[in-house]
């Protein structure tokens, strides 16, 4: 990013199965509070499996109602972006923007109301009613949304890149902001836990039968989750003028494609070698300035391993052991919203000094070989972090996290 | 420093692919429009049941055979939209031999996204046990599998994004390509748009009256009805100018500015907000420094829409109309039919081989004015005519609005 204009967050918010807001949040990921239970949401009698990562009941406000133009989805997005909205102050400033983008993030998008829909009619094809139910929710619903909300007429975008749809939602507002496209951007990462995903990641074999258990050995796949979050990002300059808060500042954003197989990593890590040094080199930053690595760790036994070697590529040459967590052993793999709940994760790390652990953790696995910070929140002063997010497609993203100048973890 | 307000650089077209049903390549694009003959045929007699129970009219690529395009193995269970994307892409990697694959990155538009696969695989949840369903379906509900599949085949790894915005999907795509190109995160940017024929929307969208009830619907015309579904995929290599030239690669247009919008009120607005687009076009003059009489030919987002081809044929009078010298208006629709995400990287490869061609398309057959709308240049035939510069439109019913203008450049004609 450039020095002329820092994209800095001034504002968060989370809607998770561990909290859904900023402080419930938090305290979940340092006291191991996990959000698997039972799905609720549709019937898993056909699945070896029914656990998952669901959002509690939630209560929308009577004034969002009127701007939910989908379904849960985006009830959840726009949960998560009044909060960011809120804690930023901002919305004087969105309200009927022009120069304001909304970035929305997401993998199956608003499909929920289609398989509600369709719950009751597996016996037969979807019929022309169900289908409008799919129809009539195409992937930029949520942005959609989003701009109803406040009227905003600038750049509204949707980027559906799978499990790294979150980070790219960051990324690409802050570039956007970083090249005075416009003069802030609200970036959401949203997605409901849909009976699709949960089929196609069974068949896969990537689903835990239990629990979700990163770096760890003895670690059988991920839980799927669903969630919600949000983040408003404006010019440092701007920001400190309003007086607004500076949160954290995006440094920098990598991004790569494997080129290489559709659902499955590059054995060596090369698109994640790339991403996670593209963002380094766009933050002016030496692996050796990097204090925490927030993985994307979702719990696999491939990807956990392909991720932990490119950390180990990418920071051979610093000096003592690098701290990296997943956060997905309690939130689940939340797909497109993951990548942007845990840069709001990495974030409130930098705020606090304190890394949060990967919890459920049972001992090294040796194909890993990194600090993964087993099961305890560790102390640490935090200048800047990686938030990493791999998809499908072979997307890879890497956020580069900065606390803002000045700044000491409280 | 502030580098750009608003995407798309000093950035030019150096390769054109395609596949559309008008098509293979831009000239053969260019001959179909230029012939004004639709792509689609009018649907089958309605049976005892009604017209619901015919699929509705649409222009799809008969014959299409990845095959032809692609010879990896697997490829058979891409997605149709993946195969398109692979299809046009496939012509540019010819041409890309000397630029190192991780220098090269992707940016593809889809409107619809997998939604075909999302149908056919939640179908196939219901019938078969879980451990039997097709993974690779899976993968392809996805929507950025086709960007994927692109990239896997042919090893593009600078960066790989998917965006999505209904028919303006893929002129936004390649508007943030110049973007990220200008950023330097790519040497070569490949961006365009891809979206298979979709009958299970276009039933949906024939019950609620956005889709023609009658197969003769074209846009800006008087018996205009609605849309009539398309598909295709449409990708450009764009590159800085240096790099052209370094390489020695053609430069077929270039890339002049982009504006990018978002109009809140144009779903629910009957009129379709022709202010907002007006305004979105002057802002797109205003950034490049060109006047409306700079521009000779307006590609139109038109689709049969009766108020959105009303609202934006309102918005190109306002910003270009009212005297001598202005622009010829071109409706590719009229004879590819609505290919969403494929769509404006159609109308884009329209105006530049109308710029290689000096010939711009005229009314597609069928074609009856509107005495409604303002009294826009739409040529009775193919006009022969010089383009320097030409506007891209591109809108979807929900309220995305995307512009992009199109400059020729020196070795125009060396082609």
Redo the contacts between chains.
């Keep these: 990013m450039?020095d002329?204009?820092r994209p800095c967050i001034t504002g968060m918010g989370v809607i998770t199965p561990i909290g859904q807001d900023l402080d419930s949040f938090w305290e979940a990921l340092l006291t191991g509070r996990c959000g698997s239970a039972p799905i609720r949401s549709f019937d898993t009698s056909?699945?070896?499996s029914g656990i998952g990562c669901e959002v509690a009941d939630y209560t929308l406000p009577a004034s969002l109602r009127p701007h939910v133009l989908g379904g849960r989805c985006t009830e959840l997005a726009l949960l998560a972006v009044t909060q960011a909205v809120g804690q930023s102050g901002s919305e004087t400033l969105l309200r009927g923007s022009?120069e304001t983008a909304?970035v929305v993030g997401t993998?199956?998008?608003d499909?929920t109301r289609?398989?509600q829909e369709?719950a009751a009619h597996?016996?037969r094809?979807?019929d022309?009613r169900e289908?409008?139910a799919?129809?009539?929710q195409?992937?930029?619903i949520m942005g959609?949304s989003v701009?109803?909300l406040y009227?905003?007429?600038?750049?509204?975008?949707?980027?559906?890149?799978?499990c790294a749809a979150g980070a790219?939602a960051v990324g690409?507002a802050a570039?956007m902001v970083a090249?005075?496209?416009v003069t802030q951007a609200i970036a959401v990462g949203c997605e409901a836990l849909s009976?699709?995903a949960f089929?196609?990641f069974?068949?896969?074999g990537a689903m835990s039968p239990d629990a979700c258990r990163p770096f760890s050995r003895e670690r059988r796949g991920l839980l799927l989750g669903e969630g919600a979050a949000a983040v408003v990002i404006e010019p440092d300059t701007a920001a400190r003028r309003r007086g607004a808060e500076i949160l954290g500042v995006v440094d920098g954003f990598g991004?790569?494609?494997?080129?290489?197989?559709?659902?499955g990593p590059h054995p060596e890590g090369a698109?994640a070698v790339?991403a996670m040094t593209r963002a380094l080199r766009e933050g002016r930053l030496a692996p050796s300035d990097v204090d925490y690595i927030n993985a994307h760790g979702t719990g696999t036994s491939l990807n956990d391993k392909v991720e932990s070697l490119a950390v180990r590529r990418v920071f051979a040459g610093t000096p003592g052991t690098l701290p990296v967590s997943s956060i997905k052993a309690l939130t689940g793999h939340m797909m497109g919203a993951a990548g942007c709940v845990e840069a709001v994760a990495s974030v409130l790390a930098l705020r606090h000094g304190v890394i949060p652990p990967t919890w459920n953790w049972l001992g090294e696995d040796p194909e890993c070989g990194i600090d993964c910070v087993p099961n305890q929140p560790r102390e640490k002063p935090l200048r800047h972090v990686l938030s990493n997010s791999y998809?499908?497609?072979?997307?890879n993203a890497s956020l580069l996290l900065s606390a803002p100048r000045g700044a000491s973890a409280s | 420093m502030i580098e750009s307000r608003e995407p798309a650089g000093d950035c030019v077209v150096t390769a054109v692919g395609l596949i559309a049903p008008a098509g293979r390549t831009s000239r053969g694009l260019h001959d179909r429009l230029c012939r004004g003959d639709p792509c689609w045929r009018p649907s089958p007699a309605s049976p005892p049941g009604g017209a619901e129970d015919v699929e509705p009219a649409a222009a799809s690529i008969g014959g299409f055979n990845i095959k032809e395009f692609l010879d990896r193995r697997g490829s058979k269970d891409l997605s149709r939209t993946s195969q398109l994307a692979c299809a046009a892409a496939a012509p540019l990697a010819g041409g890309l031999k000397d630029v190192a694959p991780e220098a090269i990155g992707i940016v593809l538009g889809t409107g619809w996204g997998s939604l075909p696969s999302v149908v056919a695989f939640e179908w196939e949840t219901c019938t078969l046990p879980v451990r039997q369903v097709n993974p690779l379906l899976f993968a392809e509900t996805v929507s950025n599998a086709p960007a994927g599949q692109v990239s896997i085949q042919f090893g593009w790894s600078a960066f790989n994004l998917t965006v999505s915005s209904g028919a303006a999907s893929g002129l936004a795509a390649i508007a943030e390509g110049s973007d990220l190109l200008s950023a330097g995160r790519a040497e070569v940017v490949i961006a365009g748009g891809a979206d298979a024929i979709n009958f299970e929307a276009l039933r949906v969208l024939r019950a609620e009256g956005t889709a023609a009830s009658d197969p003769g619907s074209l846009p800006f015309s008087r018996s205009r009805s609605g849309l009539i579904g398309g598909e295709g995929a449409c990708l450009f290599a764009l590159e800085s100018p240096a790099s052209a030239r370094a390489r020695g690669a053609p430069e077929l247009a270039r890339l002049r500015g982009a504006r990018l919008r978002y109009t809140p009120e144009m779903d629910a607005s009957p009129a379709g907000c022709p202010d907002a687009v007006a305004a979105l076009l002057q802002d797109l003059l205003d950034g490049t420094g060109l006047g409306a009489r700079d521009i000779q030919l307006v590609v139109a987002s038109a689709c049969g829409s009766p108020g959105g081809d009303r609202a934006e044929a309102r918005a190109i009078d306002a910003v270009f109309g009212g005297a001598p010298g202005q622009p010829m208006v071109v409706a590719p629709k009229g004879v590819l039919g609505e290919t969403w995400g494929a769509s404006g990287p159609l109308a884009i490869a329209a105006a530049v081989e109308s710029m290689r061609a000096r010939r711009v398309p005229g009314r597609p057959r069928g074609f009856a004015p509107d005495p409604e709308l303002p009294p826009l240049d739409i040529p009775s035939g193919p006009r022969e005519a010089r383009v320097r510069n030409a506007v891209v439109l591109a809108r979807s019913g929900a309220g995305h609005l995307v512009a992009v203008l199109l400059s020729e450049t020196e070795d125009r004609h060396a082609a």
Excluded at chain 1, 391 to 395: D, K
């Design positions: 450039t002329a204009i056909g699945f070896k022009s909304v993998t199956m998008g499909v289609f398989e369709r597996t016996d094809p979807a022309e289908l409008a799919l129809v009539g195409p992937l930029d959609r701009a109803s009227g905003i007429t600038g750049l509204v975008m949707t980027t559906p890149t799978a790219y690409l570039a090249r005075g496209r009976r699709l089929a196609g069974t068949r896969l991004l790569s494609c494997d080129a290489h197989h559709i659902t698109g790339a998809a499908f497609g072979g997307n």
